[in-house]
């Protein structure tokens, strides 16, 4: 079946830094990909659409510049939190499907912590 | 009003127990609907798609109400592996992205 691989896994690090994350279609290739946040004992929360070769949509509150995508390949999507603060600190997750109307598939999620 | 809400339980049952869980959206005009499990800590993992002819899969039987904007899953026999978070998840119309209840945690105990 459709994989969706995410990485890194894990990731802690000081406050300030720029932290990437990426997210590959492992056999299937995805022109849409979506990020969600999940804060402990929350729903996920969608962050943003990410396109292939165009701008991702964001979500209502989701600041643009904080949270940079960039979806360069039909295979590959990456999120970059920029200047991380600790209230970023957060579970991250990327989904993808093979169509529109095809269930989604999810990587392995990033927990991200930021000290 | 949340788009999709859940009990979030927790569901406390014993092995072999029967347990059902329920969800209800706000978009009426939702197209696409699912049950998601999420393991602590872990990706949330497609359980099966709900129709609106019901649908059933092993000891798994979900049922969709457009009219009632209504959603259920259906455990018989609970396994003590089916401990989870259970996700109610919709589509809405020209839309991919899902959106996520905030669940509903079953724990089975021996």
């Known amino acids: 079946g459709a994989v969706v691989s995410q990485h890194p896994s894990r990731v802690i690090c000081k406050s300030g830094t720029s932290v990437k994350i990426e997210c590959r279609s492992l056999?299937?290739?995805?022109?849409?990909m979506f990020w969600y946040r999940q804060f402990p004992k929350k729903s996920l929360m969608l962050m943003a659409t990410s396109n292939e070769g165009s701008k991702a949509t964001y979500e209502q509150g989701v600041e643009k510049d904080k949270f940079l995508i960039n979806h360069a390949s039909l295979t590959l999507s990456t999120l970059t939190v920029t200047s991380a603060h600790p209230e970023d600190s957060s579970f991250y997750i990327c989904?993808?499907?093979?169509?529109?109307?095809?269930?989604?598939?999810f990587g392995d999620g990033t927990r991200l912590s930021i000290l | 009003r949340k788009e999709v809400e859940q009990d979030p339980g927790p569901f406390n049952v014993p092995e072999g127990a029967t347990v059902a869980f329920n969800c209800t959206y706000s978009?009426?005009?939702?197209?696409?609907f699912f049950w998601y499990r999420q393991d602590c800590r872990k990706e949330p993992k497609l359980l099966m798609s709900?129709?609106?002819s019901g649908n059933e899969d092993g000891r798994f039987t979900a049922q969709l109400n457009r009219a009632s904007q209504y959603i259920s899953l259906l455990i018989r026999d609970s396994k003590l592996s089916d401990s989870a978070t259970y996700l109610c998840v919709v589509r809405g119309t020209g839309r991919r992205a899902l959106t996520f209840g905030s669940g509903t945690r079953l724990q089975v105990q021996p």
């Open positions: 056999d299937f290739q995805a022109t849409t």
């Open positions: 978009n009426s005009a939702s197209q696409s």
């Open positions: 989904s993808a499907s093979v169509g529109a109307n095809q269930p989604q598939h």
């Open positions: 709900v129709y609106s």
